[in-house]
């Protein structure tokens, strides 16, 4: 069989190397097991171009190629306008606005961001599931990582999971915040079994905050905010917890007449790309409520 060349639906890998096995070789650069079997049983797994044993000692210049199968999409499709900040073979990356549900649930079946990404991908004739990567409350607006294929999402989620991405968020917070930066290392936990609320609590899960002053207004604050772990509503519950909840919050402080939704805002991430390795950084702009809110502040 002729070598294939890389595209949506292949994945290459250079040998440079030899030694290893092909299970060895696509652990060596974090194919998870179920992946990896996943693609073996289906016969997806090839060494220059051929379907050969797992066991197989590689080669200094042998090509592994990964098949990556078109999929169907059972997300109904709805036209919706999509703020895309980045595109390639294994990514589409967004800049989520408030108030957009993200899955399908049942009291939201349509108007979801995943029906609007179901037609994008129809008119681009994308034969893919939609894998987010991250997720944002349907109040918090920013950066939302769509991936193509389930190596594409593996290879995201392993970032994320050994926190080697850097995540920033903008929040608006109520009150004068004194120190001008600071950490949060807190655990965080439900408040009782099945409430949505979370609290700081010694049985919760370590959550790290850290927070950077960028204005300070006549009662509220602009804080620059990175999280080191991802615990659901972690940053709400950080802020609440020392005093300064976000502003609009309406589950962890009051309503507000300036804004309908808690002035929270992912507008910065860095990562690598699944193929490449490539250290890419990305950026959504600040949407119009939070823009308007602090030129009222100020």
Do not use: C, W
């Not at 060494?47 to 059972?74: A, R």
């Not at 900040?85 to 993200?102: C, G, Q, R, T």
């Not at 990567?133 to 999402?153: C, E, P, W, Y």
């Not at 193929?275 to 950026?283: G, H, I, M, Q, Y």
């Amino acid at each position: 069989m002729d070598l294939l060349k890389e595209s949506e639906n292949i994945v290459l890998f250079n040998v440079g190397h030899g030694g290893k096995t092909l299970e060895e070789f696509l652990y060596s650069h974090q194919i998870s097991g179920r992946l990896f079997r996943r693609l073996y049983r289906e016969k997806n797994l090839l060494i220059n171009g051929d379907f050969k044993g797992k066991k197989t000692i590689l080669e200094p210049g042998d090509i592994v190629s990964m098949i990556i199968e078109e999929e169907e999409n059972n997300t109904p499709p709805e036209p919706m306008p999509l703020d895309i900040i980045y595109e390639d073979m294994d990514l589409l990356v967004l800049n989520k606005k408030p108030f957009v549900v993200v899955h399908p649930t049942k009291s939201h079946q349509q108007n979801t961001l995943s029906n609007g990404i179901a037609n994008y991908f129809k008119d681009k004739d994308i034969k893919r599931k939609i894998r987010f990567v991250n997720r944002l409350d349907m109040n918090t607006s920013g950066i939302l990582i769509v991936a193509k294929s389930s190596f594409a999402h593996q290879q995201m989620a392993l970032q994320f999971e050994n926190n080697q991405v850097e995540k920033r968020y903008i929040a608006v917070v109520s009150g004068l915040v004194e120190k001008d930066e600071d950490i949060i290392d807190l655990p965080i936990g439900k408040e009782e079994e099945k409430s949505t609320k979370k609290v700081v609590t010694k049985r919760g899960k370590k959550a790290i905050t850290k927070y950077r002053v960028v204005e300070r207004y006549r009662a509220a604050t602009l804080l620059d905010i990175q999280i080191y772990t991802g615990r659901s509503h972690q940053i709400r519950v950080h802020l609440n917890h020392i005093g300064h909840p976000i502003i609009g919050d309406t589950l962890y402080h009051e309503p507000s007449k300036y804004i309908e939704r808690q002035a929270l805002h992912s507008y910065y991430l860095k990562l690598k790309l699944p193929r490449s390795k490539e250290l890419v950084k990305f950026r959504a702009e600040l949407p119009q409520d939070m823009k308007r809110l602090t030129e009222y502040l100020g």
